[in-house]
């Protein structure tokens, strides 16, 4: 009731003085020009001050959230996801049972459920249901997203990337690219088994390009059916200084390890790299959402708030010649500090080994000993590289763009998956 009559009595003030304090305005500019209309200026100029600022502030820094969920199947159950699990942000999703057809019905069921979740990307398509055996069914990895997110190129070995249990993608948050990652391991069973021996490959696979081909916040995620330290590819984490939500919970706060499948194991994780592990501010697991298995989250802090690195620039591979002659004496012709001295005499060198090349070298390759300090550098702001363009070519274009009858090999509506960063524009 205060706040209210604080606040009707400032507004219906700012009403008289602009109404009264106007008139006053114009009077004074008509008869007397513009000596005697400063304090009407003044009287306008404090309607710009607001009461209450300082003593109601702005909120505080929000927070952004990554999880991991394994919901035994997707289909049907977009508008459950988004009455259930609407707060977060990026979800590295195992098992989802989705094939090509039934990922674009769950992509329209989220749209028409008005889903948060704008973005949601697939791995490898999952066998259609009249083409795959009963245990093949249980296959499939997506990561959904508030924001924008697209798949990564691989390497992978055929079997790994058909598998439709492993998936990369890049997500852009805050102007920062969050790479990540979700693996869905095979689980234990008669008909799996080689379980953890390909468990392990399709997580050194992932680990492999998030944790050391990709820079800036990262993560690795996803139903993996095995338990901790059960496979080699822990450890290959721990080596990329990777650390488990649950875990960084139990170091920071002393929240005990709890078991994510069926209230008794823990086989679902969410490893996250060290820029986000400093932002890290709560860890949750809930296990009311699904039947099987908990809902793994954590919530992080602004991408802004990520400490720099501290890097120290050095050169690229200089070409050195086989031979090349540096002056005996220069050292004791240079002048100043010492710093300033062994600058000058790798400069020296770098020279002389350049008079020597039959090339140019390139700048990049040059500058030793010319670094005096580290350069504060935030990554992760660098796109990273998309996926190649899916190209249908037909024996008439082909012919009409090139001017070959017989330029074209492939029969009319061959698809081939062509790097379109490599093209020349026709």
């Known amino acids: 009731m205060l706040e209210w009559l604080v606040t009707g009595t400032w ?10 304090g106007g008139r006053a305005f114009c009077l004074a500019t008509a008869s ?13 100029v404090l309607l710009v001050f607001r009461i209450g600022e300082a003593a109601n502030p702005g909120p505080p820094d929000a927070t952004f959230s990554i999880g991991a969920f394994n919901p035994s199947g997707l289909k049907g159950k977009a508008p459950y996801l988004v009455s259930q699990l609407a ?11 989705l094939c090509r057809q039934t990922m674009q019905a769950f992509r329209s069921s989220l749209h028409f459920a008005q889903s948060p979740y704008k973005y949601c990307v697939g791995g490898h398509p999952v066998p259609s249901q009249f083409c795959r055996q009963f245990h093949n069914a249980w296959r499939g990895v997506a990561i959904m997203s ?8 691989t390497n992978w070995q055929p079997a790994i990337a058909e598998s439709s249990r492993a998936l990369i993608a890049a997500t852009l948050l805050h102007d920062v690219w969050i790479t990540g990652g979700v693996v869905y391991g095979e689980p234990e069973s008669s008909m799996y088994p080689q379980q953890k021996e390909n468990t392990e490959a399709l997580l050194q696979s992932v680990i492999g390009q998030v944790c050391y081909l990709s820079k800036g916040p990262r993560y690795v995620a996803g139903d993996w059916n095995v338990a901790a330290d059960m496979v080699p590819a822990f450890d290959t984490l721990r080596e990329a200084v990777f650390v488990d939500l649950q875990d960084l919970a139990l170091m920071r706060w002393g929240c005990p390890i709890q078991p994510t499948c069926k209230s008794r194991t823990r086989k679902d994780y969410c490893f996250v790299s060290r820029e986000l592990q400093n932002l890290l501010t709560s860890v949750t697991l809930d296990d009311t959402v699904f039947p099987v298995h908990a809902v793994l989250k954590g919530e992080f802090l602004f991408l802004h708030n990520v400490i720099p690195k501290q890097v120290w620039l050095t050169p690229m591979q200089f070409p050195w010649p086989v031979e090349w002659d540096v002056g005996p004496e220069f050292w004791s ?17 770098e020279l002389q080994a350049c ?10 390759a040059r500058g030793r000993a010319a670094t005096q300090q580290t350069k504060p550098v935030k990554e ?42 490599r093209l020349s524009p026709l």
């Open 32 to 44: 007397h020009g513009c000596r005697n209309i400063r304090w009407a200026q003044v009287l306008l």
């Open 11 to 20: 507004g219906l003030l700012q009403w008289v003085i602009s109404t009264f």
């Open 146 to 153: 508030k924001h924008p997110t697209r798949a990564l190129p």
């Open 355 to 364: 008079a020597q090349v039959p090339f140019p070298v390139p700048k990049r």
């Open 87 to 97: 707060q977060g942000d990026i979800w590295a999703v195992s098992e989802t049972h």
């Open 333 to 349: 012709r240079t002048e100043g500090t010492c710093d300033s001295r062994y600058s000058q005499l790798w400069n020296h060198i």
């Open 380 to 421: 992760g702001k660098i796109s990273p590289p998309r996926l190649p363009v899916e190209v249908k070519f037909s024996h008439t274009s082909c012919q009409h763009r090139t001017g070959i009858p017989n330029g074209c090999a492939k029969p009319d509506g061959y698809s081939h998956m062509l790097d379109m960063s």
